[in-house]
C-alpha cells in the first residue's frame, strides 16, 4: 500500500512539474514580449533623458512597430562591442538603435530594409583650427569602438596619417575627451552630432569633408525569417498611415524617414 501511495506522488509531481513547464512556455507574456538591444548612449535615437528614462526616435519608432506586431517592446541596454552575440545568443531579440547596415554586418544577420540616412562625419572644436581631413595627420582621433566610424575611418587613406586612433565605449566618452582635449578629433555619426551641436551650441564644428555615407536598418538574427518580415511588414505600414513621418518630426522636425 504504501508502495502503491509512493507511485503515485511521483506520477502526481511529475504531472505538475510539465504543467508548470507548459504554462510558462505558453503563458503568453513571453511570447508577445520583444526584446530590443540598445545603447542607451546614442542620442538622439537612444539614450537615457535627465529622469533615466530611455527615450529617443529608435525607441518611440521600435515601440510603435511593435505595437503593429501585437507585442510589447523591451529595451536592454547592451555592450555595443558585442551586439551579434547578444543577438545570436537569443538574450535579444533585435539590435535597433543606429545599427549601420555594412556587407560585414550582412554575414551576421539579416536586416530590414534601410529606415535612415546617415554619415560618418569629424567633428572637432569650435576653437580648432582643423578644417579638412588632411588636417589628421599627426592628430589623435578618438571613436566609439567597433563602430561603423571605425570602418569608415579604416577605408579612408588618411588613417594612415593619422597619429592616434583611442577607441571608446561610446560617443559620450569620446566627446567628453574631445573637450578636454584628450583627442583632437572624434569620428561620428552625423544624426548623433547634429543632436550634440543644437545642445551645446559654440562647442563643436564639423570637418568640411564627411568619411562615409551610410544607412541603418535593424538586425534580425539569422535563420529567423519569420520575425524579420513581420518587422518590415509593420515598418512599412508605419510609413503607409504617416506613424514613422510623426515620430521623426518628433526628433528631427522633418520627416527622414526611407520608404
Do not use: H
Request: charge should be neutral.
Amino acid at each position: 500500500m504504501k508502495r502503491l501511495a509512493a507511485m503515485a506522488l511521483v506520477v502526481t509531481a511529475a504531472i505538475s512539474l510539465f504543467t508548470g513547464c507548459s504554462g510558462s512556455k505558453s503563458g503568453g507574456a513571453e511570447s508577445t514580449k520583444l526584446v530590443i538591444g540598445i545603447d542607451d548612449k546614442f542620442a538622439p535615437l537612444g539614450f537615457r533623458d535627465d529622469k533615466n528614462e530611455i527615450v529617443g526616435f529608435d525607441i518611440d519608432y521600435a515601440r510603435s512597430a511593435a505595437e503593429k506586431m501585437g507585442k510589447t517592446a523591451e529595451f536592454q541596454p547592451i555592450d555595443w562591442q558585442t551586439k551579434e552575440s547578444e543577438l545570436n545568443s537569443g538574450r535579444i531579440d533585435l539590435i535597433w538603435n543606429g545599427y549601420t547596415i555594412t556587407d560585414e554586418r550582412k554575414g551576421k544577420v539579416l536586416f530590414t530594409k534601410p529606415y535612415l540616412k546617415n554619415a560618418q562625419v569629424v567633428v572637432t572644436l569650435a576653437k580648432s583650427n582643423l578644417t579638412k581631413l588632411d588636417d589628421l595627420t599627426g592628430k589623435v582621433v578618438g571613436l566609439q569602438s567597433l563602430s561603423s566610424a571605425a570602418d569608415a575611418l579604416n577605408d579612408n587613406p588618411v588613417k594612415s596619417k593619422i597619429k592616434t586612433v583611442t577607441e571608446y565605449a561610446d560617443n559620450v566618452l569620446a566627446l567628453s575627451d574631445l573637450k578636454i582635449g584628450r583627442v583632437d578629433a572624434v569620428v561620428i555619426d552625423e544624426v548623433v552630432i547634429d543632436y550634440y551641436m543644437s545642445k551645446e551650441k559654440g562647442t563643436f564644428k564639423l570637418l568640411d569633408e564627411s568619411l562615409a555615407p551610410e544607412e541603418y536598418g535593424v538586425g534580425v538574427k539569422k535563420g529567423n525569417e519569420a520575425l524579420l518580415q513581420k518587422l518590415q511588414k509593420a515598418l512599412d505600414d508605419m510609413n503607409q498611415d504617416g506613424t514613422a513621418a510623426k515620430i521623426s518630426e518628433k526628433w528631427f522636425g522633418e520627416n527622414k524617414v526611407l520608404k
